[in-house]
């Protein structure tokens, strides 16, 4: 695969990237790696573990639920003794959560939701802030979503975890920034790749429409009518986290081709 990362240097750093080892965040682990970073990574799928680590030797590949606390302080555990400490977290983690009418979520769908896209991310980012303030500062990037500025119908628990994120992140800019910790959160747009794909099927099952119309009605809103690659998304990563951000904090920064509605 061509090298498509920004050309910064990243030698050095010490960067924790949650759901890791695949999807948004395999390629944001492999964008850090490729640039000179030493990288850890989180997830649930095994699988996905085993094959990044095959693909990466030298990270630090661990199993790890974001929104179980304590699997939550033996991943920085083993963070701090294996990488001696930390720069850079990016709280990639997340899940769609369910496609329905309010009527229709349960609420063990939306605990679920709420759980991974919120309260993970908090919790990831109290355990990084005594590791960041050590270093002498560093980045926390929180992914959020297109659905955190636009109203995303049928995806209610999905969007409200996700404008919760930009809410936590400036928050969390103002509260850390004396500390030199830059706190900031990327919203993609439709982004290229199988969770996409679920997410057309989805709504265009309740929708009761074709996959092809749900998708060519969702990519029609996008002023690029595209969607967005992953690596769009990890060489904004890169950017934050190098001196070129050194003065970026409290963003929310779309990536996303234009996105003007969720459909």
């Given amino acids: 695969m061509p090298d498509q990362f920004l050309p910064v ?20 682990a492999r964008a850090f790696a490729a640039r000179g970073a030493r990288v850890a990574v989180c ?29 939550v302080a033996a991943l920085f555990s083993a963070v701090r003794d294996r990488l001696g400490g930390l720069d850079v977290l990016v709280n990639n983690a997340g899940i769609a959560g369910p496609t329905a009418g309010i009527e229709q979520v349960t609420r063990a769908a939306l605990d679920r939701t709420l759980a991974v896209d919120v309260v993970g991310m ?36 999905y969007s409200a975890a996700k404008w919760g994120v930009v809410g936590f992140t400036q928050s969390l800019a103002i509260e850390l920034g004396p500390q030199n910790i830059r706190v900031n959160a990327i919203l993609p747009g439709h982004v290229g790749g199988e969770r996409f794909a679920r997410v057309v099927r989805a ?4 929708a009761g429409i074709d996959e092809a119309e749900m998708r060519g009605a969702m990519l029609d809103a996008v002023a ?38 969720m459909r």
Avoid: W, Y
């Fill in 224 to 261: 690029m009518k595209r969607t967005v690659a992953p690596e769009d998304i990890a060489n904004m990563a890169l950017f934050l986290a190098s001196p070129f951000g050194a003065s970026v904090s409290g963003q929310a920064l779309s990536v996303c081709g234009g996105v003007q509605m």
């Fill in 122 to 157: 908090f919790l990831c980012a109290a355990q990084a802030t005594p590791l960041l303030r050590a270093a002498g500062g560093g980045c926390i990037v929180n992914l959020g979503s297109v659905a955190s500025r636009l109203g995303f119908p049928l995806r209610t628990p």
């Fill in 203 to 206: 709504k265009a099952e309740a």
């Fill in 43 to 71: 997830d649930v799928d095994d699988a996905a573990l085993a094959a990044f680590s095959a693909e990466h030797p030298q990270a630090l590949a661990l199993r790890a639920d974001v929104a179980e606390e304590d699997e």
């Fill in 9 to 28: 240097d990243a030698t050095g750093l010490r960067v924790l990237v949650t759901a890791g080892a695949a999807g948004i965040g395999r390629v944001i």
